[in-house]
């Protein structure tokens, strides 16, 4: 992976706490503020992931139709578009 340098200013306490993380994983500040940014970046994306299942299975809820019965309404609806076409 090709680094490009931009710099990024830390409050004093995240980075102290960074310099001591990357000390104990024997890793340079550098790889240590990468990979802690890659990890607060995957956390976000989970957390878009978890809402939109929460908004779905309320929106599903609210339909009235049982989650049981889901996975047969979506093949009879496929069923139906491939014959349509």
Do not use: C, F, Y
């Amino acid at each position: 992976m090709s680094a490009e340098a931009k710099n990024v200013r830390l409050d004093g306490p995240v980075l102290a706490a960074l310099q001591e993380a990357a000390a104990r994983r024997h890793k340079t500040l550098d790889e240590m503020a990468s990979e802690a940014v890659m990890e607060g970046l995957k956390a976000e994306r989970l957390n878009r992931v978890q809402a939109l299942l929460a908004k779905g299975q309320r929106h599903g809820a609210a339909s009235g139709i049982p989650e049981n019965r889901v996975v047969d309404l979506i093949h009879a609806d496929r069923k139906e578009r491939r014959r349509t076409r």
